[in-house]
């Protein structure tokens, strides 16, 4: 069974643009949360989806959005970049929205901000 | 909202020797999940736990969820150089997120 894809792997964008970041599930799993990367905050809880809804959110400005399509791919969305959102951006899966399952995390995209 | 300290926040060892890392929670969880970090790469999982007291293993890694149910252990018996890397424990209670500690850096001194 394949694992949890992210693309792109990495990406560099000029402050003031905006990027969106895209993320697969592993088959059959319905789940999918975001967490920043940096080295100064460590893993950080962006938000989680769940059957197309968010179900848990993080402390992030309004400039970070997602959403949830119908075969459970994900996106999320970063308006008018600064040079503190370079980070690892990591998206992981779960069979569903629930602590009695573990999530699985991609590679995480790479992102720089210039 | 919930918080993890998890520690040692770094360890140097020689290469054979067991290594002991732990988090403690200001609140109850009941799932704790422990990963390992390559540099560039996503956590990978090594354990789940699920119930206060259980005591799991996963080749020459164990891991305890504590009957407080707010802590968490992880054992890694006879380390070797692949075993370098950041580790992380996370938890959570119920359908609230997954609280990530602030991870253990590895290092094996040669």
């Known amino acids: 069974k394949a694992g949890v894809t992210q693309t792109p792997r990495y990406l560099i964008k000029t402050r003031g643009q905006q990027v969106t970041l895209s993320c697969s599930p592993i088959?059959?799993?319905?789940?999918v949360s975001w967490y920043q990367q940096t080295p100064g905050q460590g893993l950080q809880f962006l938000f989680e989806?769940?059957?197309?809804?968010?179900?848990n959110k993080g402390n992030f400005p309004g400039r970070f959005s997602g959403r949830q399509f119908s075969n459970s791919r994900s996106e999320m969305n970063v308006s008018t970049l600064e040079l503190g959102d370079s980070a690892l951006y990591l998206c992981?899966?779960?069979?569903?929205?629930?602590?009695?399952?573990?999530?699985?995390f991609g590679p995480g995209t790479r992102l720089t901000v210039t | 909202g919930q918080q993890l300290n998890q520690s040692p926040q770094s360890m140097f060892i020689q290469e054979g020797e067991d290594v002991s890392m732990n988090c403690t929670s200001s609140?109850?969880?009941?799932?704790w999940l422990w990963y390992k970090q390559d540099p560039g790469e996503g956590p990978v999982l090594l354990i789940a736990?699920?119930?206060?007291?259980e005591l799991t293993s996963n080749g020459r890694l164990t891991a305890q969820f504590g009957i407080t149910r707010k802590d968490s252990f992880l054992n890694i018996s006879a380390s070797i150089p692949s075993d370098v890397g950041i580790y992380f424990c996370?938890?959570?209670?119920?359908?609230?997120?997954?609280?990530f500690g602030t991870g253990t850096r590895l290092t094996i001194i040669p």
């Open positions: 992981a899966s779960s069979p569903t929205w629930s602590s009695s399952y573990e999530q699985y």
């Open positions: 088959s059959g799993h319905r789940s």
């Open positions: 989806y769940f059957s197309e809804t968010q179900r």
């Open positions: 609140s109850i969880f009941n799932t």
């Open positions: 736990l699920y119930k206060a007291g």
């Open positions: 996370a938890g959570r209670f119920g359908n609230e997120k997954l609280t």
